[in-house]
């Protein structure tokens, strides 16, 4: 295949440079001002440390489900845990039912407001799950799993 | 600046339509042995199934955009309009995986995480990085001047895949809902296979989807010099 040369092609390391530089400094004003503040989630222990600037304003709170804190009334549809980062807990208070992987142990992402109360109320749950894929150990069904946490701790 | 005629001698498909049969028929095969292979995930369950397809979408879309990448820097290196071409073709196939991606993202979000979408930080990277391509594409379709779309192309193609490793590393630096990456210590021996197949499965499907696309625009370029050639040869 032939080629002609355009007569500025001496000149296209230059413009390569020129625009690697700007792109550069784009993508740092975009992303590096961002540095940690991105947070999709407070913990237990950030959320507790804001202190009474925590109260009442729409925050999201992560963690895990604490062992043996859920407690699911099928009456009211009333759910309530405890999240924990392993430092601090928050008692979270959630209505209608938790999407399908909730349980024990579990990662959660809860959206409402900390109330003054230290009861925290959850309008949307979230389960975070991990980046693990596991095969079920011999005699466990996933989905019983589920189904137990649901119907069995009801009133 | 007017784009010089050149000599065009587009490329042939050869052997290339079989390539493509055996990526299909590879793609296939790799589908099937992951979903009888693979028990229901501890978890998830049959979720699990979201990882054949999904994470391999996300990977072929980070090496597609490396070849935008490439022939982005290599034609603002050279000024070779081929190159500009396999660009755009690797813009296209790669934009279509980036979808792929978001799309089989929110299809698991929902039952998994209880929602289709969270504006964290590697959806929201993942969306800017798929806006960006189709800002791409649609620069291409206004610009008619060659030289003119295809530098400017090359510059928009270059800070798109910039955003690829922000992208990967986005679960990593801020806190994400979204799960860092697994590695063959998070995921059971039994998963591993199904997912390295369909990886290779979508990297061939990629290829050859991004050689056939290629072919098409060069054709396409060689009908607009030969017209042009013409033109010029009446006057």
Not at chain 1, 34 to 57: H, I, R, S, W
Not at chain 1, 68 to 91: C, I, N, P
Request: hydrophobic share 45%; aromatic share 12%; net charge positive.
């Amino acid at each position: 295949m032939t080629e002609t040369k355009s007569p500025k092609s001496k000149r296209r390391p230059w413009v390569i440079g020129g625009v690697v530089v700007v792109l550069g400094v784009f993508v740092y004003l975009l992303y590096g001002g961002l540095d940690k503040n991105v947070v999709f989630f407070l913990t237990p222990q950030e959320l507790l440390a804001k202190g009474t600037a925590g109260y009442d304003v729409p925050v999201r709170l992560g963690g895990q489900v604490k062992a043996g804190t859920v407690k699911w009334d099928d009456k009211t549809l009333r759910l309530t845990f405890q999240v924990t980062d392993g430092k601090s807990e928050v008692a979270v208070q959630s209505s209608g039912a938790p999407p399908q992987m909730f349980r024990d142990g579990m990662g959660v992402v809860v959206e409402g407001r900390f109330g003054r109360d230290h009861v925290f109320n959850s309008t949307g749950l979230m389960v975070k799950h991990s980046n693990e894929y596991r095969a079920p150990k011999a005699g466990e069904k996933p989905q019983e799993m589920y189904k137990t946490l649901i119907k069995g701790s009801g009133s | 600046m007017t784009s010089q005629p050149v000599a065009w001698n587009p490329p042939r498909q050869g052997r290339w339509p079989w390539f493509g049969m055996f990526a299909f028929m590879f793609l296939i095969g790799s589908q099937i042995t992951a979903l009888v292979t693979s028990p229901p995930d501890r978890d998830m369950g049959d979720l699990e199934k979201i990882l054949y397809v999904h994470v391999p979408s996300a990977w072929i879309m980070s090496v597609t955009f490396a070849i935008v990448m490439f022939y982005s820097l290599r034609y603002l290196w050279k000024g070779r309009e081929t190159d500009d071409l396999a660009a755009a073709a690797a813009a296209e196939v790669g934009t279509l995986f980036n979808g792929l991606t978001l799309l089989l993202g929110m299809l698991w979000g929902k039952p998994a995480w209880g929602v289709w979408w969270a504006w964290d930080a590697r959806l929201t990277s993942t969306l800017v990085l798929f806006l960006i391509f189709v800002g791409y594409l649609s620069l291409r379709s206004f610009v008619d001047e060659p030289e003119r779309r295809a530098q400017w192309s090359a510059a928009v193609g270059v800070l798109g895949a910039i955003n690829v490793p922000i992208v990967y590393m986005s679960v990593r630096w801020w806190r994400t809902l979204h799960q860092v990456q697994s590695t063959p210590n998070t995921v059971d021996g039994i998963y591993v296979l199904g997912l390295r197949l369909n990886a290779f499965a979508f990297l061939f499907v990629m290829i050859y989807l991004v050689r056939r696309r290629y072919e098409a625009m060069c054709l396409d370029r060689a009908a607009d010099h030969a017209e042009q050639a013409a033109a010029l040869g009446e006057k």
